[in-house]
C-alpha cells in the first residue's frame, strides 16, 4: 500500500503541470492577485512541514545527522538555482532568442521534480500521515511554481500547446523519482532517514529564498494582511492535517 499511496500522490503532483491551461483564460491582473495569496499559503505550508513534521521526524531518524543534511538540502537548492541563473545569464549575453532560457528551465524543473518524488516515496515510508504531509507541501509549492514555468515557456517562444507538454513531461521527472526511491529502499533500508532532513532542507530554501521574498514585493496594506493571515493559515493547516490523519 506504501507504493500505491505513494505512486498516486506523485502522479497528481505531476498533473499539475497541466494547470498553465487556465492562465490562457484568466487576465493578467486577476491572475497576479491570486498568485500573490497563493504563493503566501505556500510559503506557510512549507514551513509548517519543515518545523512540525520533517526536522522533528528528522531528530528521531537521524540524530546525530539531522542538521547536517538539512543544510545539504538546503545548500544543494541554492547551488542548483546559481547554476541556472549563470546559464541564463550567459546565454543572454550571446543570444537574443529566448528559448534557451525555456529549455535550461525545462531542464532545472525536471531536477527539481526529481527530488519531489524522491521526498515523496521516502515520506511514505516513514508513515502515511509524513507521506500526506509532505506531499500537501509539495503541491503548494508546485502550484505558483508550475503557473510561473509555463509562463517562462510561453515567454520563451512557446505555444500554449507546446508549453503545457514540455512542462508535463518535465514533471514527470518526479514519477521516477519516486519509483527510484522505492526501488532502492529494498536494498539500502535507511534511505529515508537521509532524505526526510534533507526535503526539510528544500522546503526551507524554497520558502525562504523564492517565494517570501516576493511577497514582500507587495507593500499595499490590506494585501500584506491577507498576506500574512494566509501564510499563518497555511503553516497551521499542516499540524492539523497529521493530526487528523493519526488519529484515523
Known amino acids: 500500500m506504501t507504493a500505491f499511496y505513494a505512486l498516486i500522490s506523485v502522479i497528481g503532483v505531476s498533473l499539475l503541470s497541466l494547470l498553465g491551461a487556465v492562465l490562457i483564460s484568466i487576465q493578467r491582473k486577476t491572475l497576479e492577485q491570486i498568485i500573490t495569496y497563493t504563493l503566501a499559503f505556500s510559503s506557510?505550508?512549507?514551513?509548517?512541514?519543515?518545523?512540525?513534521?520533517?526536522?522533528?521526524?528528522?531528530?528521531?531518524?537521524?540524530?546525530?545527522?539531522?542538521?547536517?543534511?538539512?543544510?545539504?538540502?538546503?545548500?544543494?537548492?541554492?547551488?542548483?538555482?546559481?547554476?541556472?541563473?549563470?546559464?541564463?545569464?550567459?546565454?543572454?549575453?550571446?543570444?537574443?532568442?529566448?528559448?534557451?532560457?525555456?529549455?535550461?528551465?525545462?531542464?532545472?524543473?525536471?531536477?527539481?521534480?526529481?527530488?519531489?518524488?524522491?521526498?515523496i516515496a521516502a515520506s511514505y515510508l516513514?508513515?502515511?500521515?509524513?507521506?500526506?504531509?509532505?506531499?500537501?507541501?509539495?503541491?503548494?509549492?508546485e502550484v505558483p511554481h508550475e503557473l510561473s514555468d509555463?509562463?517562462?515557456?510561453?515567454?520563451g517562444g512557446f505555444s500554449n500547446k507546446r508549453a503545457l507538454l514540455f512542462n508535463?513531461?518535465?514533471?514527470?521527472?518526479?514519477?521516477?523519482?519516486?519509483?527510484?526511491?522505492?526501488?532502492?529502499s529494498a536494498q539500502f533500508s535507511d534511505l529515508e532517514k537521509y532524505l526526510v532532513p534533507f526535503a526539510a532542507g528544500n522546503f526551507l530554501y524554497i520558502a525562504a529564498s523564492?517565494?517570501?521574498?516576493?511577497?514582500?514585493?507587495?507593500?499595499?496594506?490590506?494585501?500584506?494582511?491577507?498576506?500574512?493571515?494566509?501564510?499563518?493559515?497555511?503553516?497551521?493547516?499542516?499540524p492539523l492535517i497529521s493530526r487528523l490523519l493519526g488519529g484515523a
Open 126 to 141: 516513514i508513515s502515511l500521515p509524513l507521506g500526506v504531509t509532505t506531499t500537501i507541501a509539495i503541491i503548494a509549492h
Open 210 to 238: 523564492d517565494l517570501i521574498p516576493e511577497l514582500l514585493t507587495k507593500r499595499h496594506g490590506k494585501t500584506s494582511v491577507i498576506q500574512v493571515i494566509t501564510l499563518i493559515v497555511g503553516i497551521t493547516i499542516v
Open 150 to 155: 509555463f509562463l517562462i515557456l510561453i515567454h
Open 44 to 119: 506557510g505550508v512549507l514551513l509548517g512541514s519543515t518545523f512540525f513534521e520533517l526536522l522533528p521526524e528528522g531528530v528521531v531518524l537521524l540524530p546525530d545527522g539531522v542538521f547536517f543534511w538539512t543544510l545539504t538540502g538546503f545548500i544543494s537548492f541554492f547551488c542548483l538555482e546559481k547554476i541556472i541563473q549563470w546559464h541564463h545569464h550567459v546565454e543572454g549575453r550571446h543570444d537574443h532568442e529566448e528559448k534557451p532560457l525555456a529549455y535550461l528551465t525545462l531542464i532545472g524543473d525536471g531536477i527539481h521534480n526529481f527530488t519531489d518524488g524522491a521526498v
Open 168 to 184: 508535463f513531461l518535465s514533471a514527470t521527472t518526479a514519477i521516477v523519482g519516486t519509483l527510484l526511491v522505492l526501488l532502492v
